[in-house]
């Protein structure tokens, strides 16, 4: 089971990173949206797949599930998301601004 | 006693969100936020105290012992870089008062630089791998919305790369985490440190490590610096100040805190990894400080070159060279945000930013133009100025080392920084005036004020370097032995 995960976040990154590489800004943000979901896959399979109960002192027997790495999981969604959030925003007011959702066209001035 | 530790922390981010419901009240608002920094900074000074009286302190939340809860420890590292950070961010306020505008201080300003500041002291007090990371996000996303405010069209132009770059980086400080956790099953630090002290630092370990040097070195602008000159040189001049003084000093802070304490056992990959990057950061550094004509370009390729300098410290890893590069940081700190301040005014003043277009300011504003000089030969490191210290003991250091490569890199990237800075001094203060008498625009006290206590802070600092000794004695010591860290953190209750 953890290999085939494995294999979908390669999937999944290699999505991504091709995705960020396009010069599309929308494009580049659902590639940092697929990116962080790589991740959060990385970080449930790392620390071990299902293997024992559920992690309740007393009310279930032993061997337990490490839980830290869905707390992790849990506090870095809320990060992409806000984060993801922001960039979407910020790409719109960027399009309003300077008329361009282009990356190549937002390099800068020519005399740089 | 030892909650006091939180309040770097909490307050900042407390008075934040009360101040987002002040929004109308501009004077309120300021007000408050000078004080909760002043306040921050009294503080600690009083940890650092105590520190140097207790040992260490740390502080489990929740009442979970570690390794199983998160912690915040204050050593003398990161309690002195608290400090500095909250009385540069103070002085920051100050000039912001008079230069940020109305605009920006009814859309959240405030709020947003205390947000920062708690990120800035949350990672520097942290005690856990994760909670680093979910630090940084606080500080970036406070980042993030302090570059884009104002919306003009190079700010929401570069703030998109910015951001994208630091989302990026971020993803990778993830996968090194899941790495880490994964080979080791711990992420609190202290233990980090004793089990791969006891297990060894395998290759897997040290590849780890090097994913974690990528990720700090992106954002300390190490090497991998190419966002920083763009996003550094759009935002407001008090913004400017900030991020120059305080964004990539964490990323430094982070790479210290694991480089000497977790993945000190294979300095010849990873320390030599580090001493190549920083001498091309030095050289790559000098060759932008030279070549643009833009100041604020210049000034902020003065910054790679002093995160440069300062990871050379790391590099050789003597016992002097950390304690030079620890002063050198605080000097940094203190010097950047002056100089960031300096340069904004100058446009400020002049409305141009080429130094070929500006001449003869010193006529004009004599106090400001010799401050310049000041900052000039303070970040070159002419004693008894603030940057003498730390550029000898990093000296000494790489010295007792035999880095002569990067000894002579160092030092010859101090000269590479006086000539940047003479050029701006020596085109744009002397020369013809092209400000008449007539059209002078007069130079704001609540400008000139935070610079002046700016060159107060590097003249003293120079001058008083005897007197922080003793603090950046132990916190140096902390760094060189990582056991007296471990002890603190895992050595029972406190």
Known sequence: METLIMILIGILTAVATYLILSRNIIRVILGTAVLSHAVHMLILTIGGLKKGNVPLLKQADAPYTDALPQALILTAIVISFAVTAFLLVLAYRSYQANGKDDLHALRGTNDE | MNNLIVLPLIMPIMVGVI??????????????????????????????????????????????????????????????????????????????????????????????????????????????????????????????????????????????????????????????????????????MAHLAERVAEAGQDPLLTTISIVFLLVFSLKAGLLLFFWLPGSYSVPPTAVAALFGALLTKVGIYALFRTFTLIFYHEPDVTHSLIGVMAGITIVAGCMGAI?????????????VIAVGFILIGLAVATPASIEGSIYYIIHDMIAKAMLFLLVGTMILLTGKNKIDEISGLIRNYPLFGWLFFIVTLSLTGIPPLSGFVGKILVGQGTVEAGSYILLALAFISSLVVLYSLLRIFLNSFFGETIISLGEEIPLKKGLLVPIVLLAIGTVSLGLGAEFISAYVGDAANTLVNPVIYIEAVLGGEK
């Open chain 2, 19 to 188: 101040l987002v419901f002040l929004r109308s009240y501009i004077r309120v608002q300021r007000i408050i936020s000078l004080l909760t920094m002043i306040a921050v900074a009294c503080i600690s000074i009083f940890v650092l105290n105590t520190i140097q009286s207790e040992g260490i302190l740390r502080l489990d939340f929740g009442g979970w012992e570690p390794p199983f809860g998160i912690l915040f420890v204050a050593d003398s590292f990161s309690m002195l870089l608290v400090l500095t950070a909250s009385i540069v961010t103070a002085i920051c306020l100050i000039y912001a008062f008079s230069s940020i505008g109305e605009g920006h201080e009814k859309m959240f300003f405030y709020p947003f630089v205390l947000f920062l500041l708690a990120g800035v002291n949350g990672s520097l007090l942290t005690g856990d791998m994760f909670n680093l990371f979910v630090c940084f996000e606080v500080m970036l996303l406070a980042s993030y919305a302090l570059i884009t405010l104002g919306g003009e069209k190079v700010q929401l132009r570069e703030s998109i790369k910015y951001v994208v770059i630091n989302v990026v980086a971020s993803w990778f400080f993830l996968v090194a985490l899941a790495l880490l956790y994964g080979t080791t099953g711990t992420l609190n």
């Open chain 2, 291 to 303: 070549a643009f004509k833009d100041v604020r370009q210049i000034v902020a390729y003065n910054v």
